[in-house]
């Protein structure tokens, strides 16, 4: 192929994109209007419902290869139909891939492991605390699934129940949680879905700081310092205070933790790092008094009756009645709460922090404390951990108690409550039930959320990968080199001129405002990069005007590392929380490895290139991309391309690409690059089109990078039928003999732009 110049034909055809900026966007006109895109459009209307069950034999070993029909289910009393059985078995080692398993099947929004590492910082002791973080720290670097989702949250009384970080595979940002706590350290940037944006650079520009360093050692020692703090806080107050502190403590766990849980599809195992309350503030009940009555404790009859017995002298009904109801609401959100007094055997004695005073006498928290966590572990299934100095031992049987269960999938009716009644049963001889929800309350409607149940919904879909479609957008990521080991991803939202009219006439005022997020994962789960924007439209001054009709486009440049990954978008219109979300799997290629690869293609607007939204400024690149990477890679000899998530087009049109193809050999005399492409069409039934009417608008050598940037137009045959095809570009090194191919999605259809 020759070597041909940008031609001035490219310049007339590439119009400059509208960059928009982040503020509410207003009436914009550009100079060309389009018919609606039409695309496929997948949807489910049946909303499912998803319980973890935990199947044994007569030995208590796992019941394996149990399918629908080996489980017998009744809701509120009435036999329902079970859709899908899928069995999780995290002893098998395929199943430490992040999201994935041996046979590729996509995991369910049930069918995690789910561990909130919940720390009291109020009812504990300093010791107590300290202890619970290095086993906290232990249990999610050596201990539990590479793939289990973690989360931490603490409890104190300035802040109350606190989400630190969401359920996430990113085990580095859980880590960086338990070594402070959130307790007096310098914020950390946080966006819209709860993660830790400024660790997320810190940890792809440089290396991640070891838990135990001398950084992280000072942040342990300040984080005590304010630990001891809290804590003497709640044993100076008077017995009357102390009580409503334990009063407004029960209840947070139900109002706030339990809510949010419930949010959240699947079990959610709580381990709950705490000395408990004094006991005399429940009911004056002993230890011993309260497991005589423990059989009990499933029943909501018999737990009442557990919380109310014994001497009431110092006892509070409210206290009582609280937990009752606190531990009914963790049980519907299918939360089991895992108890731990990490203060070792015999408790810890803290002279002077865990005095009090009380009239008529004095009450200290080094007495008996265990009868309100032995509560919440048996009235939710859990397990109670105390008197032991060995935590890791324990927690570690926790894990492999909890490693293998079923996720039993039935679907919701219009007559069921918001709260089920559940009974399932396995049908098959010899097998029994070891474990399963009891009572379950699904995750409310989006109106129904308050803000942290709206952000641990998005944390949700971008952890576990969960793909939805209540609207229609498109998505692009593609690789381009970087510098080092620093590579750019090149993103962009679309969202077709239909669906903001649908979100605008479903809110009723004629706008939208869409939350955009886009996130970068590495092979290990970890967040590497990610972007979120939240953008106004005026759909019904856009209709009256030239630009109804287009798409709405957001585009940023995110990093990600060698190697595979994978890259999750969403899109929730924020008022009416519409949310969609779609998972592209990427493969970024090892700088300087010499290896011919492409970039691309991707699909340029040329005739239209619509609204279009920039995340970075990269003349004024946040501080922590300031040394790196920032060149938005659309860019050919100055002009600004229009990128295209989805790719239609029209028998007999023209389509217009954009392909760099890295590591093309020199001519050992010349110099220049020898190399020939190829465009053709696939049909989804395999049949071939290879296509011949091809004009090169430009072939530029970047010299930093020394790729070779390509844009060039395809005229798609009159006569091809309409549908899905794969466009494919495929680029043969004429030194080396070597070819690549890389491909898109091309909907061709009669009315296409």
């Not at 997948?42 to 019941?63: A, H, L, P």
């Not at 017995?239 to 809510?259: H, I, K, M, P, S």
Request: glycine residues 10%; hydrophobic residues 40%; proline residues 5%.
């Amino acid at each position: 192929m020759a070597i041909m110049p940008l031609s001035t034909l490219l310049l007339r055809r590439c119009v400059s994109t509208v960059l928009l900026s982040a503020a509410l966007i207003g009436l914009l006109v550009v100079g060309a209007s389009a018919t609606p895109q039409r695309r496929p459009q997948f949807r489910t209307e049946v909303e499912v419902v998803q319980i973890q069950v935990s199947v044994v034999d007569g030995n208590g070993n796992f019941v394996t290869g149990l399918g629908p029909e080996d489980f017998r289910l009744r809701v509120d009393g009435k036999d329902r139909s079970i859709t899908t059985v899928y069995e999780v078995d995290l002893r098998r080692p395929a199943a430490t891939a992040v999201g994935a398993v041996a046979d590729a099947t996509p995991i369910p929004p049930a069918g995690w492991r789910q561990w909130l590492l919940f720390f009291d910082a109020a009812f504990n002791s300093p010791r107590g605390v300290r202890e619970a973080q290095r086993a906290a720290r232990q249990f999610v670097a050596e201990q539990i699934n590479p793939r289990d989702l973690v989360g931490v949250a603490t409890f104190s009384l300035v802040t109350g129940v606190r989400l630190l970080v969401p359920l996430t595979s990113d085990h580095q940002q859980v880590l960086a949680a338990i070594g402070g706590l959130g307790l007096r350290q310098a914020g950390r940037s946080v966006d819209r879905a709860g993660f830790m944006s400024e660790m997320i650079a810190e940890g792809l520009a440089l290396d991640s700081p070891e838990v135990e360093g001398t950084t992280a050692s000072a942040q342990l020692a300040e984080a005590d310092e304010a630990i001891r703090e809290a804590l003497a806080v709640v044993n100076r107050l008077e017995f009357d205070q102390y009580t409503g502190v334990v009063e407004q403590f029960t209840e947070q766990l139900g109002t706030v933790l339990a809510d949010l849980l419930r949010t959240i599809h699947g079990r959610k195992h709580v381990v709950f790092f705490s000395k408990g309350f004094d006991d005399r503030v429940l009911s004056g009940q002993s230890l011993d008094q309260f497991a005589a009555n423990s059989a009990a404790m499933n029943s909501n009859a018999g737990l009442a009756i557990a919380l109310s017995s014994g001497d009431d002298r110092f006892g509070s009904a409210e206290v009582r009645s609280a937990l009752e109801k606190t531990i009914k609401q963790l049980r519907a959100a299918d939360a089991v709460v895992h108890t731990v007094d990490a203060s070792g055997v015999g408790g810890e004695r803290d002279v002077g922090l865990t005095q009090g005073r009380a009239s008529g006498g004095t009450f200290s928290s080094r007495g008996a404390s265990h009868t309100a966590l032995a509560a919440l572990a048996d009235g939710t299934g859990g397990t109670a951990i105390w008197d032991t100095n060995d935590l890791s031992a324990a927690l570690g049987d926790l894990e492999r108690s909890t490693r293998t269960f079923y996720v039993v999938a039935f679907p919701r009716q219009d007559r069921d409550g918001e709260v089920l009644e559940l009974k399932i049963e396995v049908t098959r001889p010899g097998a029994k039930v070891a474990s399963a929800p009891e009572r379950l309350a699904p995750p409310p409607a989006y109106a129904e959320m308050n803000e942290m149940q709206r952000q641990a919904q998005l944390a949700e879909f971008i952890s576990k990968g969960i793909v939805s479609s209540d609207m229609i957008f498109d998505v692009s990521a593609t690789p381009f080199p970087g510098s080092d080991r620093v590579s750019r991803i090149g993103l962009v939202i679309e969202v077709p001129w239909p669906e903001l009219e649908k979100m605008a006439k479903a809110r009723g005022d004629g706008r939208v405002q869409l939350d955009l997020f886009g996130y970068v994962l590495d092979e290990e789960g970890a967040i590497v990069d990610l972007t979120n924007r939240r953008v106004g439209l005026n759909i019904d001054q856009m209709a009256a005007s030239q630009v109804a009709g287009l798409p709405f486009r957001f585009y940023d440049l995110l990093w990600a590392r060698p190697g595979n990954g994978q890259v999750r978008a969403l899109v929730r219109e924020s008022k009416i929380g519409r949310l969609s979300a779609v998972t592209k799997s990427i493969v970024v290629p090892e700088p300087g490895s010499g290896q011919l690869w492409l970039s691309g293609p991707v699909s340029i607007d040329h005739q239209h290139p619509g609204l279009m939204m920039r995340g970075m400024d990269p003349t004024a690149p946040p501080p922590h991309k300031a040394n790196g990477p920032v060149a938005y890679p659309y860019v050919i000899s100055d002009v600004d391309l229009t990128p295209e998530a989805a790719a239609e087009a029209s028998p007999g049109s023209v389509e217009q690409l954009f392909v760099v193809a890295h590591n093309l050999a020199r001519h050992p005399f010349t110099g220049q690059t020898q190399s020939a492409l190829s465009v053709s069409l696939q049909s989804p039934g395999g049949e071939k089109f290879n296509l011949t009417d091809i004009e090169l608008l430009g072939r530029v050598l970047d010299p930093q990078t020394g790729a070779t940037h390509i844009v060039l137009n395809v005229k798609i045959p009159e006569n091809l039928p309409t549908g899905m095809y794969r466009l494919a570009v495929a680029v043969r090194d004429g030194v080396s003999g070597t070819e690549v191919e890389s491909g898109l999605e091309l909907w061709v259809s009669a009315d296409g732009f």
